[in-house]
């Protein structure tokens, strides 16, 4: 069985694996006190042009994203959402569990529309009642989107300039950073995302690593980060061994590892686009990075998975599946050649 099920089944990449056991037996303080983590962050500080960001390195996404939303957050105030947005759907509720509410609003393929945001922020505040309703703290958008889909740069200024409007903090979700920035279809780059929000993370578990997120604050001064290791620990995202992070990231970073990797599974997630378009399968939305969304019937559905196994992603009304095709730093030509072959027999 081929799997295409998601962008993190592969295990790390070999120069990651290699620097792990070269440095295993070197003793180190713990908790990311370390100088393997020190370099990696000034690393990620050099490719985003700030040198006094804040940088921390945190265990897994769902981890990233409640402390980070905790963080900026008071107790009577929610977070602003898509209803695709991973917060709002595949994180068994971790948000609401600390006590803050998805506000969730319509998303356009995958993505927030500012002009959505004003309208709902207008009302808002028009509303008498407001102060006995849940207030919006912040907003939370991901990039690339849960559908692999991509804010242009233009689209982020008009975020951003709606979250300053109402004083929003805004966190971008990067914890398929790589794939988005990578894309064909990408007008940015990390020095542009670091100037476009209050706080990000660049996804080390999608892009190469055993695991691992960096959580980068590019204005620290205005963070208020005083506590913000405390809240890691609280939350289950300091990992002990630090220095297996700051490892990984120092690799990932210090000769372009990191977006070689996410280039390849673009590369690899278009020539399966490329594969269902030519055999006339349309899709479900038209994604520019390693997440493709092909929409199957029934029969060729049941071919597919016979060999090869993907997410199914939702029922739609005419009968039809939309499924998901995900690839990752480490999908093969072999595992492409093999699919492509048998998408060609479902003619």
Aim: hydrophobic share 35%.
């Amino acid at each position: 069985m081929i799997k295409f099920e998601t962008d993190y089944q592969e295990g790390a990449s070999p120069e990651i694996l290699e620097r792990l056991v070269k440095t295993n037996f070197e003793q180190t303080s713990g908790y990311g006190e370390d100088s393997h983590c020190q370099r990696a962050k000034e690393l990620i500080r050099k490719e985003i042009n700030r040198p006094n960001a804040a940088v921390y390195f945190m265990a897994g996404g769902t981890q990233t994203n409640t402390t980070v939303i905790k963080h900026f957050l008071t107790p009577c105030e929610g977070v602003i959402a898509v209803n695709s947005g991973h917060i709002n759907v595949h994180e068994s509720g971790a948000i609401e569990a600390t006590g803050h509410k998805v506000i969730a609003l319509n998303a356009h393929d995958g993505l927030l529309d500012a002009e959505d945001l004003r309208l709902y922020l207008e009302a808002f505040y028009a509303d008498p009642t407001h102060e006995h309703m849940v207030l919006p703290g912040m907003v939370y958008i991901s990039y690339s989107s849960e559908l692999g889909t991509l804010y242009k740069k233009s689209m982020l200024q008009e975020i951003k300039s709606v979250c300053s409007d109402y004083g929003l903090k805004l966190f971008i979700d990067g914890a398929r950073l790589g794939a988005g920035l990578m894309s064909d279809s990408s007008d940015m780059t990390m020095q542009d995302i670091a100037g476009l929000c209050d706080a990000f993370y660049i996804g080390g578990t999608k892009t190469g690593a055993l695991f691992g997120e960096a959580v980068i604050f590019p204005e620290p001064e205005k963070a208020n980060l005083k506590q913000f290791t405390t809240l890691i620990k609280q939350q289950g995202g300091l990992l002990a061994k630090g220095r297996l992070l700051g490892i990984q990231f120092e690799v990932l970073f210090e000769d372009g590892l990191y977006f070689r990797n996410a280039k390849h599974a673009d590369i690899q997630a278009m020539k399966i686009k490329k594969a269902f378009s030519e055999a006339g399968i349309k899709f479900l939305i038209d994604s520019p990075t390693n997440q493709q969304f092909p929409i199957l019937t029934r029969e060729q559905h049941e071919k597919l998975s016979s060999k090869f196994s993907y997410e199914t992603w939702q029922p739609l009304n005419d009968g039809n599946i939309a499924v998901r095709f995900c690839t990752s730093w480490a999908t093969t030509d072999y595992n492409i050649d093999e699919l492509t072959r048998a998408i060609k027999e479902l003619k």
